[in-house]
């Protein structure tokens, strides 16, 4: 990793690294056969054979090439790509993808982590409603090139929801996902911004009763950190830059020092959705202490 490489320099190398080419994708890597459904990282390089027969590969400075399979699901193809293959791409050229979805406010990234269902998106989404435009979906990417403050490159993957978050949102429909899915691809009503942004905040999503925002402080923020971490992309980072204990004990203790995390309670459903958005709005403004 370069110290000296700035954020523009990092979202350049991005878009060089994640350049796609038609070509013949070898059947494994590194002496270990990959068969469909599954992926190996190792030397430098990812691959990835999809159940439908299309292989991938990443090689660094060759960019991705696909072997497409005769009848191949095009629409599936666009996941892998937004989803494994970039997330391999980032790790193995200095990236720590963390779980969260995220928008942009005041020059700096609110992110919000949880588990699958904990409304990650459709918070992201909802709160263009007031103007906050979406950074991410899913997965966040923080530049680990210069350790002096986290920057995090924008959203690689369009936003995705299913039909009752995309009415409570208001976002605008841009087509299916895909077969079995379940949602559609998005437009949120704020747009979505295209710039690296420092990270702002860490948010941890609960259920409950009430509303409540509680900030997260000491050892609390490694857990925290362990939540956000909880996700196939962590098993990436980890294949590709091989850390030790204390290498990763370290990541974390720099995270939990640099950025500020809350954990934020709220009731989920329709009917609160509104005064939801409102809160978190007001906390994020500055207007609302925890």
């Known amino acids: ?19 796609l080419a038609e070509g013949r994708v070898p059947a494994c890597l590194g002496g270990v056969v990959v ?15 999809a159940e439908d ?15 497409r399979a005769a009848g191949g699901d095009r629409a599936a193809e666009e996941l892998w790509l937004n989803g494994s293959i970039y997330a391999a791409v980032a790790c193995l050229n200095g990236f720590l993808p963390l779980h969260a979805s995220a928008v942009a406010h005041d020059g700096q990234v609110i992110a919000f982590t949880g588990p699958a269902g904990a409304g990650k998106s459709t918070l992201a989404a909802g709160l263009g409603r007031l103007g906050m435009p979406l950074f991410c979906d899913d997965t966040l990417l923080v530049d680990l090139a210069d350790r002096r403050h986290p920057v995090c490159m924008p959203g690689h993957k369009r936003l995705k929801l299913r039909d009752d978050a ?9 087509g299916p996902v895909g077969a079995g899915t379940g949602k559609s691809y998005a437009r949120p009503i704020a747009g979505d911004v295209a710039a690296p942004l420092p990270l702002g905040e860490l948010i941890a999503l609960a259920d409950g009763e009430d509303f409540s925002w509680q900030a997260v402080n000491g050892a609390q923020r490694l857990a925290l950190l362990n939540e956000a971490s909880d996700h196939h992309t962590h098993d990436l980072f980890l294949a590709a830059t091989r850390p030790s204990r204390s290498g990763i004990f370290a990541l974390w203790a720099w995270l939990a020092g640099a ?11 329709a009917a609160n959705f ?4 409102a809160r978190v709005a007001e906390r994020i403004g500055g207007q609302e202490q925890a």
């Not at 990793?1 to 350049?19: F, G, I, K, Y």
């Not at 599954?38 to 990835?48: I, S, V």
């Not at 950025?259 to 459903?269: D, F, N, Q, S």
């Open 35 to 49: 068969p469909p459904g599954q992926y190996r990282l190792a030397e430098n390089a990812f691959l990835l054979h």
């Open 53 to 67: 027969g299309t292989r991938f590969i990443y090689r660094r400075g060759q960019g991705i090439t696909v072997q």
């Open 259 to 269: 950025v500020p995390m809350a954990r934020l309670t709220r009731p989920r459903g």
């Open 274 to 277: 509104d005064a939801v958005l």
């Open 166 to 174: 995309l009415s409570l949102t208001g976002a605008a429909v841009a």
């Open 1 to 19: 990793m370069n110290p000296q490489r700035t954020p523009e320099q990092s979202q350049a190398l991005l878009a060089c690294e994640t350049r």
